[in-house]
């Protein structure tokens, strides 16, 4: 239960840390802003022919008599929004980070620099091509895993009661995990993490990403919060990648970043990027 609560406190610094530097925060912004008015597009298209594309696809019901035919054809229009809204909360912070891989890269970067004891944070020293390569690369891949899970849980959810009560519960912890990879891949990949070695990390401190993750994916279906609170929660994904790691992190109770260090958990690793496989 520890780790949940510093899961939570790693979200709440990381919004603090935006908040102290308005700079950075504005940038952060930008990318969210774009994915934004993208993923709305998309939304207010599929809400005005989502109806029409249904109709397409099931040509086989013409000849269905009223009320059978609107029944069902508009159960599967309200299950086509449904995962379309499921898929852009699962994608969103994928899709943003890949658009803001610069912004975000250098906002994780003086994270690092903030709380680091002695000032310098880990580089990749990869060309941007190729980190937005990596980026999306792995950003496929996760989307594939959490898309199993998606259609796992939305079967799952027909159960009477455990559909209603448990199913949506996992949904979340899924959700969290996911959303906390995404969003630690920032720092991780700078210290060149592969994503198989990030799953494992991950995994080993599962209530530490949970009491950061599911929070934040509760908060990011109300509309708009994803795109304020994306820069705080690149900033605290930062500050977890360091506790996960081992790294000695310098206490932010001050503004600039002066207080007295203090050591997490683990043994200190070094700054520098680790090894490629």
Not at 132 to 154: E, K, P, Q, T, Y
Not at 242 to 256: I, N, P
């Amino acid at each position: 239960m520890r780790d949940l609560g510093a899961g939570f406190g790693h979200l709440l610094k990381g919004q603090r840390w935006v908040a102290r530097h308005g700079k950075s925060y504005g940038f952060g912004l930008l990318p969210g802003l774009i994915t934004l008015v993208l993923y709305a597009a998309a939304l207010v298209g599929l809400a005005l022919w989502g109806t029409d594309f249904v109709a397409w696809a099931t040509p086989f019901a013409d000849d269905w008599s009223s009320p059978w035919l609107g029944l069902f054809r508009g159960f599967l229009t309200a299950v086509l929004f449904a995962l379309a809204l499921l898929l852009a909360v699962l994608t969103f912070t994928a899709v943003t980070l890949l658009i803001g891989q610069p912004f975000y890269e250098s906002l994780s970067e003086r994270v690092d620099r903030d709380v680091s004891p002695d000032g310098t944070a880990p580089e990749s020293n990869l060309p941007l091509w190729r980190e937005l390569w990596i980026s999306g690369r792995d950003s496929l891949r996760i989307l594939l895993r959490a898309a199993v899970w998606g259609v796992l849980l939305f079967a799952l959810g027909f159960i009477p009661v455990v559909g209603q009560t448990v199913v949506p519960v996992i949904g979340f912890l899924v959700t969290g995990f996911f959303l906390t990879e995404e969003l630690a891949s920032v720092a991780l990949q700078r210290r060149g993490v592969e994503l198989r070695d990030r799953l494992a990390l991950l995994r080993s401190r599962k209530m530490l990403v949970w009491g950061f993750g599911t929070p934040l994916s509760v908060s990011f279906l109300v509309p708009f919060v994803a795109v304020f609170l994306m820069p705080g929660a690149v900033a605290g994904a930062t500050l977890l990648a360091r506790e996960l790691l081992g790294e000695e992190t310098r206490d932010d109770r001050s503004d600039g970043g002066s207080a007295d260090p203090a050591v997490s958990s683990g043994p200190a690793r070094p700054a520098g990027p680790a090894p490629r496989h």
